[in-house]
């Protein structure tokens, strides 16, 4: 088969790109992409906008306030008077409504002609009700409101689109607009309604951990691997379910190890009801082929050469992306460096926090643009290795390999009793255990970073794993280990 390196890229549809603008010249001699001045530039710029769109939005998300068009590459509309027997010229991008409001006379039939500007499938909703189906990217549609006798809202049912700012004000002359965004990303949920954890609830007795024991690379040099996004129901904490977003039915994604200079084909299918997509960061792709959204139904296949090694996030990338991230959608990838040292257990530990919705619910994007995190947890949930504690026995070396998926909170990666004799982060050793070297008391992340520590738990007893930024101790970011026979808890 053909590798990543002289692959061309394959269209099923227009690529949806995540960062508009970015260019490449054809292949140059050695078969690898090759980017160009003119077209690194004329992206970088295009991908400064985009940021400053994103930053636009979640500041007004983050405040409560309603985004203007403006903030989002489309610009501001005054609340236009619809003429009687007209459509309404409706444009739904990436994420704006064009335009943000309208005004009709009581009573008036209103029709609106819709065209999706946007990268993504968007619809328009009015108060709540059915959406009429979603309208593909470049597509337009025809949305019959009926008689609008109230002032009101219209919005994109996508999860998080409206949270983000896709609403238009429907205002009925001399009334109030009524339905406005409440702060919740589920589409008006007060946030009252958000599920709670009880820090001393305890899981049911067919509860099961995410196993944490990391598996050697697979053998061969190229790893074809199938994955399956959807959102499902899933318990993160004792009692409290939330509707998660995920890779493979599992939260954190599937692990995925492989050696240096390896070819990981990766074909995502999307099983959900909305769009997904996958971006790995120890790839070097195109992010407008590799990592576009896709449709429910719809299969990419990601292809990428494993060129640097260390653990590596991956998510999906649809926006908006903190809401796809902040319901479950990362996971982790291993490139193991060449002089890996052999050691007796290898775990792997993903922290990441939880917005709660209401039970069964998804997230609350607002929450997570303001950082209002519920939980803070290894691999997806509350105090799981305080409920399944790892065993080990005294004297036996230990890898823990840890990320930091956030999507927004740091880490300070620390178990207590011991001292870290090796240190690696972010593809560099920052400490190797040797005669006369020093140790280290905690392994530093911020999110989407990572490493692995090295230690051995030299006496019998119980040592407490948390992250060191004790806040979130209590919050769930807590585990044990136990050497050799139990012994008592500690209160730390």
Not at 168 to 195: E, F, L, Q, R, W
Not at 210 to 236: M, R, S, W
Not at 327 to 345: K, Q
Not at 415 to 431: H, M, Q, R, S
């Amino acid at each position: 088969m053909s590798t990543v390196l002289d692959r061309p890229p394959v269209h099923d549809e227009p690529p949806s790109p995540p960062f508009p603008g970015f260019g490449h010249d054809d292949n140059d001699d050695d078969g690898r992409r090759r980017w160009s001045v003119a077209a690194a530039i004329g992206g970088f710029g295009a991908f400064v906008a985009l940021v400053l769109a994103v930053i636009l939005i979640a500041a007004s998300v983050g405040t409560g306030d309603k985004v203007a068009s403006d903030t989002a590459a489309a610009p501001g509309d005054a609340a236009a008077t619809v003429p009687a027997g007209q459509p309404v010229e409706v444009e739904l991008g990436d994420l704006y409504i064009k335009p943000a409001s309208i005004t009709v006379a009581k009573g008036q039939h209103v029709t609106l002609h819709v065209t999706n500007k946007g990268a993504m499938q968007h619809d328009i909703v009015l108060d709540g009700q059915t959406s009429k189906g979603l309208v593909d990217p470049g597509k337009s549609a025809t949305v019959d409101l009926g008689m609008i006798d109230k002032s009101t809202v219209a919005y994109c049912t996508v999860p998080g689109h409206r949270a983000a700012g896709m609403e238009m004000k429907i205002n009925v002359a001399g009334t109030a607009a009524t339905g406005a965004t409440t702060g919740s990303a589920t589409g008006g949920v007060a946030a009252s309604n958000d599920a709670k954890i009880d820090p001393n609830a305890t899981p049911t007795a067919n509860w099961k951990a995410f196993d944490p024991n990391l598996q050697p690379a697979a053998g061969g040099v190229v790893h074809n691997l199938q994955f399956a996004a959807k959102e499902t129901v899933h318990e993160i904490a004792p009692g409290v379910k939330q509707q998660v977003w995920t890779f493979n039915d599992q939260v954190p994604g599937p692990i995925i190890r492989v050696k240096l200079g390896d070819i990981v084909n990766l074909t995502l299918t999307n099983e959900g009801t909305m769009g997904h997509s996958i971006d790995f960061h120890a790839s070097e792709v195109a992010p407008n082929v590799e990592m576009r959204t896709i449709k429910p139904g719809e299969s990419l296949t990601y292809q990428f050469k494993a060129e640097h090694t260390g653990i590596w996030m991956y998510h999906c990338g649809t926006a908006p992306a903190l809401h796809h991230i902040g319901n479950g959608m990362f996971g982790a990838l291993i490139v193991d460096p060449p002089d890996l040292a052999p050691v007796d257990h290898e775990y792997v530990f993903v922290q990441s926090e939880w917005y709660l919705g209401p039970q069964g619910q998804p997230g609350d994007l607002t929450k997570m643009t303001n950082e209002q995190f519920d939980a803070v947890t290894f691999n997806g949930y509350y105090n799981q290795y305080k409920f399944s504690p790892i065993h080990v026995n005294p004297g036996e070396k230990v890898r823990a390999w840890v990320l930091d998926a956030g999507p927004s909170e740091n880490s300070s990666f620390h178990i207590v009793g011991t001292v870290f004799d090796t240190v690696y982060k972010e593809g560099a050793y920052l400490l190797k255990g040797g005669p006369g070297a020093g140790g280290a008391q905690a392994l530093d992340l911020q999110p989407a970073q990572g490493g692995f520590v090295e230690f051995t738990l030299d006496r019998p007893g119980t040592y407490t794993m948390v992250t060191h930024k004790f806040a979130n101790v209590g919050k769930g970011a807590l585990g044990t280990f136990i050497a050799g026979d139990a012994g008592v808890p500690m209160n730390h």
